[in-house]
């Protein structure tokens, strides 16, 4: 096998020699060392393509050094969606449609594509809330209906812009978290005054409208579960560790972002539901991650891995929250699963080695 179908790339935003996740590619490096796997980390924005040869570094002698490498045969796409994946798209889509490149697997667009996705399954769509894009009718439409609502950017993250509306006798509150992460709640006397503020902290941002679930503790403290699942050395299906994030009560999100913190889940359950709830909470979740990324796949094409945010309401049902094509690990090193977090950062690697054998039948 030459050293290009050796490699494995990892597409990630790069500023300079500034990148994010450099410990987590650290360890990517290590692994992949034992598994004769060279680890290389570059921005998709700096591939010469007449050439096919990529710009990054990789990292050897206990530090990141630049490198020039010819483009990887497999890549493993870090690339968030946020404000910066605009510029960045067209390349990730040019590498993605290169023939001799194989992705990991392809990010998934966004909320609302997972949820139509999702509610083609007779299984799972159950566990789906009512989720609607986001526009001034159907807002006053389901604020009559539910008296709260949640609105939530289609491409956001860490549970910035999310806001919970209330309304009461012609007058409205909106409650969340915005673009500074800081947390709001503001008080409107009448549709107009809150039309106008939704329309500037929105922008020209797209919005879904859910209705308000009450996923928080008896003491009104927010929590959800994140269950990782990745693909394993053998290209199957595996859970690596849940975990529950519990934010602070001025929050209306659990996001570990907004100054959450992460605990085990079935100690967390336990404190909370009777047994046999308890108990039944806990098959549910593992019917939602044993049914979801097969699923998933099927319609949107091949995954990695995935973080599936549960949320378990005050009456014990469970609802699928969000699923997040490149998830986060630090919920693992909070709750002190060592071995969740070994697994969370070795199954990456040991896939692209699963995928590295089947291409070429063998070394």
């Not at 096998?1 to 050796?6: H, N, P």
């Not at 798209?89 to 697997?105: A, M, T, V, W, Y």
């Given at each position: 096998?030459?050293?290009?179908?050796?490699t494995l790339g990892i597409i990630t935003y790069c500023n300079g020699s500034q990148f994010m996740e450099k410990g987590y590619y650290k360890k990517l490096t290590l692994i992949g060392r034992k598994l004769g796997i060279r680890v290389f980390v570059f921005s998709p924005r700096r591939v010469d393509f007449e050439r096919r040869l990529?710009?990054?570094?990789?990292?050897?002698?206990?530090?990141?050094?630049?490198?020039?490498?010819?483009?990887?045969?497999?890549?493993?796409?870090?690339?968030?969606?946020?404000?910066?994946?605009?510029?960045?798209?067209?390349?990730?889509?040019?590498?993605?449609?290169?023939?001799?490149?194989?992705?990991?697997?392809?990010?998934?667009?966004?909320?609302?594509?997972?949820?139509?996705?999702?509610?083609?399954?007779?299984?799972?769509?159950?566990?789906?809330?009512?989720?609607?894009?986001?526009?001034?009718?159907?807002?006053?439409?389901?604020?009559?209906?539910?008296?709260?609502?949640?609105?939530?950017?289609?491409?956001?993250?860490?549970?910035?812009?999310?806001?919970?509306?209330?309304?009461?006798?012609?007058?409205?509150?909106?409650?969340?978290?915005?673009?500074?992460?800081?947390?709001?709640?503001?008080?409107?006397?009448?549709?107009?005054?809150?039309?106008?503020?939704?329309?500037?902290?929105?922008?020209?941002?797209?919005?879904?409208?859910?209705?308000?679930?009450?996923?928080?503790?008896?003491?009104?403290?927010?929590?959800?579960?994140?269950?990782?699942?990745?693909?394993?050395?053998?290209?199957?299906?595996?859970?690596?560790?849940?975990?529950?994030?519990?934010?602070?009560?001025?929050?209306?999100?659990?996001?570990?972002?907004?100054?959450?913190?992460?605990?085990?889940?079935?100690?967390?359950?336990?404190?909370?539901?009777?047994?046999?709830?308890?108990?039944?909470?806990?098959?549910?979740?593992?019917?939602?991650?044993?049914?979801?990324?097969?699923?998933?796949?099927?319609?949107?094409?091949?995954?990695?891995?995935?973080?599936?945010?549960?949320?378990?309401?005050?009456?014990?049902?469970?609802?699928?929250?969000?699923?997040?094509?490149?998830?986060?690990?630090?919920?693992?090193?909070?709750?002190?699963?060592?071995?969740?977090?070994?697994?969370?950062?070795?199954?990456?690697?040991?896939?692209?080695?699963?995928?590295?054998?089947?291409?070429?039948?063998?070394?």
């Open positions: 096998m030459d050293e290009q179908r050796k990529a710009s990054g570094y990789i990292y050897r002698q206990g530090a990141w050094q630049a490198s020039t490498l010819p483009l990887p045969a497999f890549i493993y796409d870090r690339c968030f969606i946020g404000p910066s994946y605009r510029h960045y798209k067209p390349f990730i889509e040019k590498l993605q449609n290169d023939p001799d490149i194989q992705f990991l697997g392809h990010g998934l667009s966004g909320k609302w594509q997972v949820h139509q996705i999702l509610s083609q399954s007779p299984a799972l769509k159950k566990w789906l809330p009512d989720t609607q894009w986001f526009s001034m009718t159907t807002l006053f439409d389901m604020l009559q209906q539910k008296r709260a609502v949640i609105i939530k950017p289609a491409a956001g993250t860490h549970g910035i812009g999310v806001v919970r509306i209330t309304g009461k006798d012609g007058a409205f509150t909106a409650t969340g978290r915005a673009q500074e992460n800081k947390p709001f709640r503001k008080r409107f006397r009448s549709q107009t005054e809150l039309k106008s503020f939704l329309t500037g902290f929105m922008g020209t941002r797209r919005f879904l409208l859910q209705p308000y679930l009450t996923l928080h503790t008896p003491d009104r403290t927010p929590f959800d579960v994140r269950v990782l699942v990745q693909k394993n050395g053998h290209g199957q299906w595996e859970t690596t560790g849940k975990a529950v994030r519990i934010g602070v009560k001025e929050n209306i999100t659990s996001n570990l972002h907004g100054g959450g913190r992460a605990v085990p889940l079935s100690d967390f359950l336990a404190d909370i539901f009777p047994v046999q709830q308890r108990k039944r909470i806990e098959e549910e979740i593992d019917q939602v991650t044993s049914l979801l990324p097969s699923f998933l796949e099927q319609y949107h094409g091949r995954l990695v891995e995935l973080g599936i945010d549960i949320g378990i309401d005050t009456n014990g049902h469970v609802w699928i929250i969000e699923v997040n094509s490149r998830p986060g690990r630090t919920v693992f090193r909070q709750i002190s699963d060592r071995m969740a977090r070994i697994r969370s950062i070795s199954q990456p690697v040991k896939y692209a080695h699963y995928l590295m054998k089947e291409r070429v039948g063998g070394y």
